[in-house]
């Protein structure tokens, strides 16, 4: 048999097997357990209760409504102008510090943006030094504009999230070809003018993309708006929850809220499913930069150094200076070991979540290669769907099923053994865990998923005639090809993790604490400086995602000069 028959076995194995219903059934299974959490909430709009209807609308709701609306409007808008404006700015543009700049302006999505608002409440807030210096000189009725307050909130989130828009603006600049834009200024258009006309729409895929990532992120916070007084739905579920017991009110406030992602969701999928922009012919040499002079060369390197200057600098030297205050005074000598076993709970969730998350996205990614079905494919996209849903959702629709199989399992092993083994899920991580699978099985499935597309289908197809089983090759083709995504979605859920507060105020056993928790509790009661420790190990480890993001940007510009 020569070569080529070979080939053509192979690739007629490869069009010809048939679906795999062993790895559609793990498919399915692990949607089903993702969606599991959110089909319990949205059950719960499908059940209303009047009566708690009718006491959420005469109390907080509306003011929970108007504040979630004009954070997503005021946020949205402020990442869309900011991330774009700046993309813009170092991709067609020369000016002093622009190559540091490029990749710098990334660094403010390591910090959390309950840290910054913390950071930003103790220094701006009436009791902090930058309104102490105006009342000594200009007295005591000099006005400074409040942190805590709606404006606070969302010039706070706004300096966190731009890199989201940032990013992905910024990638679709240098994709543009400089043909489409030089025809336009030949024809007389301005420079501006051209970049809002012609290049501008065909980056608007990517812009809605990261405008519909920035308002994810706006629905699930809790620590920036309780922070800074600008209470949302999310805050509301956990006001209702902790301060009410009222677990009906909290689960409805859930569905609201459920009702806003999905909203979202739909209307990203809106306005990128109906734009088609197309350039024809090759990729060629990006738009070429001009030269800033006079003013507006230092305008814009002033500009991207106010935005990296309140954005990073300004939170990580607080942070450092806090902690190295509280070194001088002996106090972390005290808090040392209670430190290290924050660190251990922190670094045991994070590690076990991220571990599980990579382990189901390989099942469910391999299961899809196999399979080739579309059920396949749509338990896929269902088992991603927790990324879009907010923590606090997940974290009741998770602990709603674990508290009726909890109560089960205790009434059971009561009738039967005279024993009440107490609770096994909501009182130890478990429940945890589970909900930081849901809410980050899409960071690492995207991770796996690009890394399998990668290896060719015919060396799978040849070992499978070979007589290899689907877990062979899994084991022995799949899994050391793709080691590199593996790690790389685990150390972005890893990161997620340890930043995630919505879910861990929900679910964390009685006395298991962590480093955001950390943060949280000191913040709530005024003490900086012992939060500056915490804060500033989780904006440390959130580095780890942005240097990948930066050396890929880097790399990328790189193979941009070599084409």
Known sequence: MNGTSVVVRVQEFARARPNLDFWSFVAILIAGLVLLPIAMIARALFSPVPEVWRHLWATRLPEFLSNTVVLLVGVGVGTLVLGTGLAWLVTAYRFPGRRLFDWALILPMAVPSYVLAYVFMATFDYAGPVQKVLRAWFGSSAWFPSIRSGGGTVFVMTLTLYPYVYLLARAAFHEHTASTFEIARTLGATRLRAFFRVVLPMARPSLVAGVSLVLMEVLTDVG??????????????????HGMMDRDAAVQLAGVLLLFAFGALLLERRLRGRARY??????????????????????????????????????????????????????????????????????????VGAVISVGAAVLLAHGVRLSRSSLTRLAARGATLGYAVPGAVIGLGVLLPLAWLDHTLNALAQRWWGVLPGLIFTGSIAGLVYAYVVRFMAVAYSSVEASLEKISPNVEAAARTLGATPARVLFRISLPLIRTGMLTGATLVFVDIMKELPITLLLRPFGYETLALWVWQDVSESLWEKAALPALTIVVAGLLPVIVMIRSATLGQKGEKAI
Do not use: H
């Open 224 to 241: 920036t708006v309780r922070f800074l007084n600008f209470p949302t739905l999310s805050d509301g579920i956990f006001r209702i929850w």
């Open 278 to 351: 197309v350039q024809e012919g090759a990729r060629g040499r990006g738009i070429s930069r001009t030269s800033l002079v006079g003013w507006r060369k230092w305008a814009a390197t002033f500009l991207c150094g106010l935005v990296l200057g309140m954005a990073f600098i300004l939170p990580a030297f607080q942070l450092v200076l806090w902690t190295l205050q509280e070194m001088s005074k002996g106090t972390l000598e005290v808090l040392g070991p209670i430190y290290l076993r924050y660190v251990r709970n922190t670094w045991v969730l994070s590690g």
